[in-house]
């Protein structure tokens, strides 16, 4: 068989998948793991040598799912998915290959054993195909894909893949999503430790029944800095100094092996921890997140829908773990005891990162309290997330306490004051409007998403003041800040023939903070001055009158903004005859101060009003 040009997910065969020999033509593999390793297809009665054209499937290797396949004719085959160990209901996921195939070779593959009707295939996702020189994951188009109900198959809804293999020498490559292999993980593990020693370590904190690691990723330092005494001031120095509890936050990632986005959205998590952006570098110093990217390494390299070895969905067993059947869950608790017992530390959010195969999007699901204000607590950090994720769908969204849910992980884990959610990224795609096209998500579409968890984290602690409000802001938007922040500057006119009034609209005012003159307030104006050219060429240098009137009069007027003032009651206009002036009013016109920046000596006027 020919080997893959990907190095992370290689087609090795494994010694690990025998088909039971106590296994009938109807028990679907049951009996025991039943992947198809290297069988050819060839029509009742025929042996001897494979002809080119005989479909040869196998489904041997990691990640891998196929149990059976039969030949309805040359052009048609049923494909049976095998189901989880020791669980015979779960079955969804499918992972095969096809070789030894004819060129411009037309069949129909039919997956008739679903257990899960209602999916995502009914809507406009379609599974994926690769083959040996094309590498890259491409999905099948729609209109060679049918989910349909089959007379033929019991009333199943079975679906239904219309292909033509263009390549003879290719190996073809079917999956339901892109796979994401135990091996490959340590792949990047390996070169995340090495890459990130100084803020980052990695440790086994269990090993599962085939002894598989569970690794977990610890970012950020335990180490609670206290702040300085004040040895000058005696006072001071008998206060304790105060000590700020190190805030930690627990990612989950892949509990169901047929769940690959799982690991890629927190593929991305990690790569942007890891990496020199400036939430990043906050993030790590003032947050510790521990991450476990693979909950269930077992059930990932046999190819299972949702259950390990052993047949247990670790999802739902959280409140009844036991150390034999589920060593990873009682490690997980035997960690959140730690972290509750430490003094200076204080655990924030467990968040459990799942795919769905029936819903379009990026979601969560939460706990629903009486308590309303730890109801709302919960939701803050959900916005952030939606306002990061594209595609987010807040409809879906929803929060509970129903004891089917008990064992989940969301329910059984938190206590006090923990917020625990569960992540839920389609499996599929998403639009972004009702009527939108269907966007298919894509192995970077995923880490995008853990980039924006990542993000929306940082944003939640600088909303809160862990992180300080400046950090990841951009530099372009603190500039633009800045220049508002400026107080205007006015250039006056220092010539003997301008009169006040002049000096006053002929200011300019070089920050645009300041509001424009409304319509009312130039109407008040005299109309010898309203008619002035200035007026109509520079509406923007205009000054506010309400901002105005205190300076020129040394008093403040009992009237909110934009009032309608008659000026001419505040300004004495001296008497102009040809160019001479017969009486002049001196006049120093300062700076205007801010609104918010207004003093007043007198007690008189302290009913002023605030912008507010």
């Not at 010694?15 to 009938?24: K, T, V």
């Not at 990695?202 to 970012?219: E, G, N």
Request: net charge positive.
């Amino acid at each position: 068989m020919a080997a893959y040009t990907d190095p992370l997910d290689c087609l090795d065969h494994t010694s690990i998948y025998r088909r039971s020999a106590n296994d009938s033509e109807e028990s679907d593999g049951e009996g025991g793991l039943g992947n198809l390793s290297r069988l050819i297809v060839r029509p009742p009665g025929q042996s001897g040598k494979a002809k080119r054209g005989q479909l040869c499937f196998d489904a041997a290797f990691e990640c891998g799912n196929l149990g059976r396949a039969d030949h309805i004719t040359d052009l048609e085959y049923d494909l049976y998915v095998r189901p989880d160990t020791c669980r015979p209901r779960a079955r969804f996921w499918f992972n095969f290959t096809i070789e030894n195939v004819k060129q411009d070779q037309r069949v129909i593959l039919n997956i008739v054993n679903l257990a899960k009707e209602t999916t995502l295939f009914d809507s406009d996702m379609t599974p994926l195909v690769r083959s040996t020189s094309r590498p890259k994951w491409q999905r099948i188009p729609r209109r060679l894909i049918f989910y349909h109900r089959s007379l033929v198959h019991r009333g199943r809804k079975i679906l239904s893949i219309a292909f033509a293999f263009d390549r003879e020498e290719d190996v073809y490559h079917f999956s339901a999503a892109a796979s994401y292999s135990y091996s490959r993980l340590q792949k990047h593990l390996a070169t995340w430790e090495k890459r990130a020693q100084a803020f980052a370590t990695r440790q086994s904190i269990a090993q599962t029944t085939q002894k598989r690691r569970i690794d977990l990723v610890t970012i950020g330092d335990y180490n609670v800095k206290e702040k300085e005494e004040v040895k000058e001031d005696p006072v001071l120095t008998k206060v304790k100094p105060a000590v700020t509890k190190k805030r930690v936050v627990l990612i989950i990632a892949r509990t169901h092996g047929g769940e690959p986005p799982s690991s890629f959205v927190c593929q991305g998590f990690l790569d942007y921890l890891l990496g020199s952006s400036e939430k990043a570098v906050a993030l790590r110093n003032n947050i510790i997140l521990e991450v476990i990217p693979m909950l269930n390494p077992d059930g990932v390299f046999l190819g299972n829908q949702r259950s390990d070895l052993l047949g247990g969905d670790l999802n739902r067993c959280w409140n009844r773990a036991t150390s034999f059947a589920h060593p990873a869950l009682v490690a997980v608790n035997d960690l959140l005891k730690k972290l509750a017992s430490e003094k200076n530390v204080q655990l924030d959010f467990i968040i459990d990162i799942h795919a769905d195969i029936s819903h379009e999007g990026v979601f969560v699901r939460g706990n629903s309290y009486d308590d309303v204000y730890r109801f709302e607590r919960q939701a803050v950090l959900p916005k952030f997330l939606g306002a990061r994720i594209e595609a987010w769908r807040p409809e879906a969204c929803f929060y509970n306490s129903d004891s089917l849910l008990a064992g989940t992980a969301r329910r059984a884990l938190p206590s006090g004051f923990i917020d625990a959610y569960t992540l839920l990224v389609s499996l599929g795609g998403r639009r972004l409007s009702p009527r939108g096209p269907y966007i298919h998500y894509t192995e970077d579409a995923y880490t995008k998403i853990g980039k924006s968890l990542a993000k929306s984290l940082c944003d939640y602690y600088r909303h809160i003041g862990v992180i300080p409000p400046r950090v990841g802001r951009s530099k372009k938007k603190d500039q633009r800040g800045r220049r508002r922040r400026r107080r205007p500057v006015i250039e006056r006119d220092r010539s003997p023939s301008s009169s006040p009034e002049r000096r006053v609209l002929a200011g300019r005012v070089l920050s645009p903070s300041l509001p424009k003159v409304s319509p009312p307030a130039l109407q008040a104006l005299p109309a010898r001055l309203s008619r002035r050219p200035i007026l109509k060429s520079r509406p923007r240098t205009m000054l506010d009158i309400d901002h105005i009137l205190p300076v020129i009069t040394g008093t403040a007027v009992k009237t909110p903004r934009l009032a309608v003032v008659d000026m001419s009651a505040y300004i004495q206009t001296p008497k102009v005859f040809g160019n001479h002036r017969t009486e002049s009013t001196q006049l120093r016109l300062s700076r205007p101060p801010r609104p918010s920046q207004t003093r007043f000596t007198s007690d008189e006027y302290d009913t002023h009003e605030s912008d507010s």
